[in-house]
């Protein structure tokens, strides 16, 4: 399970990479929209979350669930926003930077709301 565990951790952070990098790639002027690495990224990301809570629970780690519930809130914020607008030809710049706020946030929030760091 410990390995199972370490999997879907690096998954999660892959897929997270994969939005932020996504959302990077179109810094700086011009049209914004919502590309594959964004689309795949946040699902992934969302995905291998809830799973690695599941593997969590099954291993009777000690959880903080207000932590967990905020990132689930957020991630799927972010999960319904990109799908949404996943087929549209552009997005607007708030929008845009909305997303890129969010994830920063979201990895934030995994970060300093630590137990690791206790």
Do not use: C, Y
Request: charged letters at 15%; a positive charge; proline letters at 3%.
């Amino acid at each position: 399970m410990e390995t199972l565990r370490l999997i879907l951790l690096v998954v999660h952070v892959l897929g997270f990479s994969a939005l932020i990098g996504g959302l990077l790639a179109q810094a700086g002027p011009g049209e914004k929209k919502v590309n594959g690495a964004m689309r795949d990224g946040v699902g992934t990301a969302f995905v291998a979350g809830l799973a690695l809570v599941g593997v969590l629970e099954g291993l009777d780690v000690d959880l903080n669930h207000a932590k967990i519930a905020v990132k689930t809130v957020i991630g799927l914020v972010l999960l319904v926003l990109v799908m949404a607008n996943t087929r549209k030809p552009r997005i607007p710049q708030g929008l845009w930077a909305g997303l890129l706020a969010l994830s920063v946030v979201n990895v934030v929030v995994a970060v300093v709301w630590s137990s690791a760091h206790a």
